[in-house]
């Protein structure tokens, strides 16, 4: 199985902050890497697919990048709205897996 | 724009079964596969395995094969995900999700709104 490893686990930034969370996967997966954001209570929402396209009606504040094993996600001025946690998830091969998460804090 | 609705909390005993449907509406479900993935409590995404609803044809994660079986009811556009011999590490939360895709792309969207099963003597 491929192993996605996200960095760091936890982050505290403040509103109007520019972040970037980290994942690398075991084995080259391409651009076959999708990014999700999870609320507490709630199903997890697609932000980026194939590594750096963003999901219609995600705002362009977030934006991401990478391929073979490293990954980015960038969020350039922080809203109140994105503290969350954000999980990467290869979609190269089966089994598909996901890193641990990164908890967004502020 | 599809929507998927999953089935109430579940509270079962050790080595009994639960199953869990997702019902879809708002587009043609056996367009697109249905995926199954579960989060323990406090704990990040494991992926279960899908389900091709137009064929029934299946695929799971080793680590659930020979206790998950994914079916699908084409008639109500419903699946089902059903784990056998549960244990207390079962205990999570369990999501259903369409497979999107996009250039050769796929990814999760959009989700049910998780079904809570608890395992507990």
């Known amino acids: 199985d491929i192993q996605m490893t996200q960095s760091p686990s936890s982050l505290s930034a403040s509103v109007r902050d520019r972040v970037t969370i980290t994942c690398r996967a075991s084995q080259s997966i391409s651009n076959y890497l999708n990014w999700y954001q999870q609320k507490p209570g709630k199903a997890p929402k697609v932000l980026i697919y194939g590594a750096s396209s963003l999901r219609s009606g995600v705002p362009s504040r977030f934006s991401g990048s990478g391929s073979g094993t490293y990954f980015t996600l960038t969020i350039r001025s922080l809203q109140p709205e994105d503290f969350a946690t954000y999980y990467c998830?290869?979609?190269?091969?089966?089994?598909?897996?996901f890193g641990q998460g990164t908890k967004l804090e502020i | 724009q599809m929507q998927l609705l999953q089935s109430g909390a579940e509270v079962k005993k050790p080595g009994a079964s639960v199953k869990v449907s997702c019902q879809a509406s708002?587009?043609?479900?056996?367009?697109?596969?249905l995926h199954w993935v579960r989060q323990a409590p406090g704990q990040g995404l494991e992926w279960m395995g899908w389900?091709?609803?137009?064929?029934?044809?299946?695929n799971y994660a080793q680590k659930f094969q020979g206790r998950v079986t994914m079916t699908r009811d084409t008639s109500i556009s419903t699946a089902y995900m059903e784990l056998n011999s549960l244990r207390s590490d079962d205990t999570a939360i369990y999501y259903c999700a369409r497979e999107s895709s996009s250039s050769s792309y796929n990814w999760f969207d959009p989700w049910g709104q998780g079904t809570l099963v608890t395992v507990s003597s």
């Open positions: 708002g587009n043609t479900f056996t367009d697109y596969y």
């Open positions: 389900i091709n609803p137009n064929s029934g044809g299946t």
């Open positions: 998830q290869q979609g190269y091969i089966y089994p598909y897996t």
